[in-house]
């Protein structure tokens, strides 16, 4: 699976950007799906994940109530909705796909990656 993320730029505090991941492969469908990010010096973080049929969704404690997950399976695509932007989002956003529920917030877990995509909150 090739994944590529698209959708990041430069945004407000308090606005919203949609990220989409577009895959590559007709097993797309199978993939448990993920969004994670990173700043530079830190681990990534996880953000947000949705199953393979669409489900179940779990999301980081610091997206809770701001942030949705999506997937379309018709297209091999996963979105972030992001809203309500804190500066402290500012990251590089990935998405990653993982072969089934397991631990899905850790990103060792995640199997294939996309180029992530830079998201820059402004105070």
């Known amino acids: 699976v090739q994944l590529q993320a698209s959708g990041g730029g430069l945004v407000q505090a308090g606005g919203s950007l949609r990220l989409s991941c577009a895959a590559s492969g007709r097993t797309f469908s199978l993939y448990v799906m993920g969004w994670l990010r990173q700043t530079p010096g830190k681990e990534r973080e996880f953000v947000a994940v949705v199953s393979s049929s669409g489900n179940l969704i779990r999301y980081g404690e610091s997206v809770k109530g701001r942030f949705a997950i999506s997937r379309d399976n018709a297209n091999n695509t996963v979105y972030l909705r992001m809203n309500s932007l804190k500066p402290e989002d500012t990251a590089v956003y990935y998405c990653?796909?993982?072969?089934?529920?397991?631990?899905?917030?850790?990103?060792?877990?995640?199997?294939?990656w996309g180029q992530g995509t830079q998201v820059t909150v402004s105070s």
């Open positions: 990653a796909a993982l072969p089934s529920w397991g631990d899905i917030d850790d990103p060792r877990e995640y199997i294939y």
